[in-house]
């Protein structure tokens, strides 16, 4: 049986946006924490100005601590993992030289390993066997999140105890987790949400409409959820701040850069200058997502559309007709 109180200190491996953005909620939750950044000039940068240079103009308070030493999160009773999808792995090898396998890591990559088809916390069991992994996702910007602003999402473990510990214990006022034990479905919202974004921004971005964003988000939602239950999720985790809760903040909002990546390939750049050196995560999960819904029968124009625009396949005006070519059908 876990309890909160376990978890006093935090460690954060990635000082990213999100990375600084949780380790001020797990402050803020009364815990100490430590962040760690692979290099050392972040580091300095950080311990000079007090904030991480990806969320800048948030202060860090005294209880983080920031490292480059991976060895430093050994006093850490759980961490959180906040380097991009395509990376994790990497860093999870480099945790599992340095530190003792077992204690809790929890996943705040949103996507699909392009290399394998895993999702997050699988990628992590197998990079660090032995650890006990779990998944937090859901709606929330590293910036509001910083600001202090109301924010809810989910954290996921196959152990029920494990994830409500681990929600009591990082939970603050202004940042709500609700505590599931559906790991895989938080996991594939999160990732798949993505993809949706840069439906949602390509349609912005070609001047269709809201009326269009309007049916890309609800006929794109019907796509995740049919992915999701064919690779396990529950319908119902689907329906919540993971899944549908994401997807109506990532789809709505320019200040996701997924949606303002979909936005500028609507516009007309490449998918290289529409990136503009920003991590896009749906951008590497795309054709993963298509590939492997299309090994369990399950279709998803859109993930497919967007893959090919991605790769340069088809004009964005192209894909968009065949999507709207597409035979009509009973709606459920
Ligand atoms: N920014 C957000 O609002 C937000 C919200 C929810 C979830 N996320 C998810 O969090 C993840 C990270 O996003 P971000 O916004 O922090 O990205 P970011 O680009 O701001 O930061 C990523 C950080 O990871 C570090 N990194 C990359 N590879 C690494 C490695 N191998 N080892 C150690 N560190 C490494 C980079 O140096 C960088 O500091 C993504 O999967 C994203 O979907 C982000
Ligand atoms: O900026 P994005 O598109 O990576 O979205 C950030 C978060 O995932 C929103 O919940």
Redesign the pocket.
């Known amino acids: 049986m876990s309890s909160a109180a376990e978890f006093q200190t935090i460690g954060i491996?990635?000082?990213?946006?999100?990375?600084a953005?949780l380790a001020l909620a797990a402050a803020r939750a009364g815990r100490k924490v430590l962040l760690w950044?692979?290099d050392e000039a972040?580091v300095a940068a950080i311990a000079t100005n007090r904030e991480v240079p990806?969320l800048p103009g948030v202060p860090l308070p005294d209880s983080i601590s920031v490292t480059s030493s991976l060895a430093n999160l050994a006093e850490a009773q759980a961490l959180i993992v906040?380097?991009?999808?395509q990376?994790l792995r990497?860093?999870c090898d480099?945790m599992a030289r340095s530190l003792p396998a077992g204690r809790p890591v929890i996943s705040?990559?949103?996507?699909i390993e392009q290399a394998t088809g895993l999702f997050t916390t699988q990628v992590i069991a197998e990079a660090w066997p032995g650890s006990t992994t779990a998944i937090l996702s859901g709606p929330?910007?590293?910036?509001d999140i910083g600001r202090g602003l109301p924010t809810a999402v989910t954290l996921a473990a196959e152990d029920p105890d494990l994830a409500q510990a681990l929600a009591q214990a990082l939970s603050s006022p202004a940042f709500r987790i609700y505590h599931s034990a559906d790991p895989r479905g938080v996991e594939i919202g999160g990732a798949a949400k993505?993809v949706l974004a840069i439906a949602a921004g390509i349609a912005i971005g070609l001047g269709y409409g809201e009326s269009a964003r309007a049916a890309l988000v609800a006929r794109g939602f019907s796509e995740l959820r049919r992915f999701g239950e064919a690779y396990g999720a529950q319908g119902e985790t689907l329906m919540g701040l993971s899944g549908l809760g994401d997807v109506v903040l990532s789809c709505a909002s320019a200040q996701s850069r997924n949606f303002a990546f979909g936005l500028a390939l609507g516009q007309g750049k490449t998918a290289a200058e529409a990136a503009g050196g920003k991590?896009a995560?749906g951008a590497f999960t795309a054709s993963i997502l298509a590939e492997m819904a299309l090994a369990r029968g399950v279709e998803t124009p859109i993930a497919d559309a967007v893959t090919a625009i991605i790769a340069g396949h088809v004009s964005v005006r192209e894909s968009v007709a065949g999507l709207l070519a597409r035979p009509i059908r009973a709606e459920i």
Do not use: D, I
Request: proline letters at 3%; hydrophobic letters at 45%; a positive charge.
């Open positions: 491996a990635g000082a990213g946006a999100y990375g953005a950044a692979r972040t990806r906040t380097v991009p999808t990376n990497q860093a480099a705040a990559a949103k996507g929330s910007f590293a910036a993505n991590l995560e």
